[in-house]
């Protein structure tokens, strides 16, 4: 069986009690000041993906499996789960915000964040709705969707965060007087922080109204997008985007949801099928050697190693 839509715990979501104003300032977070990434062991196979709950767990478990077979990371890309895109009833519009978890993550970023990228694995900020009626494909102007896409890319400069990860779920399309989505806010919004953020990542969690409004007044903006993935954990379902192979993770992992046996067999079609990319999701503190090996025997032809 699989995950119709992921269990994922919601606090993020839900938390309103601290609202995280953004910044602009420099601070001794500042991308200008993140390590540069020392050479990680090279290994052959797909980009292995980790999302990581921060409202239980820490990112640094990202860094903790190597594979048996030459030291190489397992896991290639950490997604910081999650920010949220609350309704501003001033702009009557989406806004920024962190929960107390992903703010402390993000201000403590020499310590939970430039480790993982020193080793060579990507830190990106996933962003999603809190049902609050904004959402990526709701934004009443093009100027507001711009504002919103200059909040991210000002997040991941801040921060020194290698992109922004789009998830349309929870937003709750109508809530305070809201709009029902519309086919050109996530044009804009993609247009706007490609402009902002070039050799960044941009990745889509293929769910929600968003991830189906993708092209608008003769602009597609699929091909500014560098990764896509499948939002049903233990299932194979291609994300309905037209992006290379190399770009997309049809292959959907609940790290001890799914058992070992499915992500052994989803890892095996990856391989066999020619896709580039495998998505995991709740990485936490346990030791999840066994978990973990059973799909990088398949990806990487090597059982994996935990570091506590």
Not at 130 to 141: C, T, V
């Amino acid at each position: 069986m699989f995950t119709p839509v992921r269990r994922r715990v919601r606090t993020a979501a839900l938390a309103l009690s601290a609202i995280a104003v953004l910044a602009l300032g420099a601070t001794a977070t500042s991308g200008a000041a993140a390590a540069h990434a020392a050479p990680a062991a090279a290994k052959q196979g797909p980009t292995s993906v980790a999302y990581v709950e921060v409202n239980n767990n820490s990112m640094l478990n990202v860094g903790k499996y190597t594979l048996s077979n030459g030291g190489a990371n397992v896991f290639d890309i950490a997604v910081i789960f999650a920010a949220n895109i609350n309704y501003d009833a001033g702009t009557k519009a989406g806004t920024l915000y962190f929960n107390p978890n992903v703010q402390r993550v993000l201000d403590n970023a020499a310590t939970q964040i430039r480790p993982l990228q020193q080793k060579g694995i990507k830190v990106v900020l996933s962003v999603l709705g809190n049902h609050q009626g904004s959402g990526f494909a709701n934004f009443p102007s093009q100027q507001t969707a711009s504002t919103f896409a200059k909040q991210l890319s000002d997040t991941v400069t801040k921060y020194g965060l290698d992109g922004i990860d789009f998830d349309d779920e929870y937003a709750d399309y109508g809530n305070n007087g809201t709009a029902q989505p519309n086919a050109s806010s996530f044009v804009y919004l993609v247009s706007a922080l490609r402009a902002n953020m070039p050799g960044k990542i941009i990745s889509l969690y293929n769910i929600g109204p968003a991830a189906s409004r993708l092209s608008y007044g003769g602009v597609d903006v699929t091909s500014k997008f560098d990764y896509a993935w499948n939002p049903y954990y233990g299932s194979w379902q291609v994300p309905g985007i037209a992006l290379p192979k190399s770009k997309l993770s049809p292959a959907a992992v609940q790290i001890g949801g799914t058992s070992q046996s499915t992500a052994a067999s989803l890892a095996a079609r990856t391989v066999s099928e020619g896709y580039g990319v495998f998505l995991t999701y709740n990485l936490d503190g346990t030791d999840r050697t066994a978990d973990v090996s059973a799909f990088t025997k398949n990806l990487y032809g090597s059982a994996a190693h935990y570091t506590p």
